[in-house]
């Protein structure tokens, strides 16, 4: 994969820990985080579909905590910052705030970690020779 697939992929990891983070994900909270993730990282020019990575997670972490998915989605962003533009950074942190707020309500769990990733990625700035123009 490439850093950007793998940007992509952290925030997917990101958003299934935050909609995890009050317990399981229910049928609906399933399909209603599918649908904010596949809304808002659609993008012409990849050769892979965010969406299908996503459910993949789903079922790879069925047996994972929204900590253990949260530091690994942070390893994974920091790894790859080079290719965080200011816009990518934007998108990454309106998904995860659609994510916490797609089912009231928004429990102190999600506020935690969504006030965690904010402050955690804030320092973090990708290098402009990678920005797209």
């Known amino acids: ?3 950007l697939q793998n940007l992509h992929l952290a925030i997917g990891e990101l958003a299934y820990a935050i909609a995890r983070a009050d317990g399981a994900i229910q049928k609906e909270e399933r399909k209603k985080f ?3 993730v596949a809304a808002e990282l659609r993008c012409k020019d990849f050769d892979f579909d965010i969406s ?7 079922e790879k972490d069925k047996y994972s905590d ?3 998915s949260y530091e690994w989605a942070m390893k994974e962003i920091k790894l790859n910052s080079h290719y965080l533009s200011p816009q990518l950074k934007e998108t990454f942190l309106k998904v995860i705030e659609k994510v916490a707020k797609a089912y009231p309500p928004v429990t102190v769990e999600e506020v935690t970690l969504l006030d965690k990733f904010k402050k955690d990625i804030a320092p973090i700035n990708g ?3 990678y920005y797209q123009h």
Do not use: G, K, S, Y
Request: charged share 15%; aromatic share 6%.
């Open 52 to 58: 299908d990575i996503i459910f993949q997670i789903l």
């Open 127 to 129: 290098d402009p020779v």
């Open 1 to 3: 994969m490439t850093p």
């Open 34 to 36: 599918h649908d904010i």
């Open 66 to 68: 929204a900590n253990t």
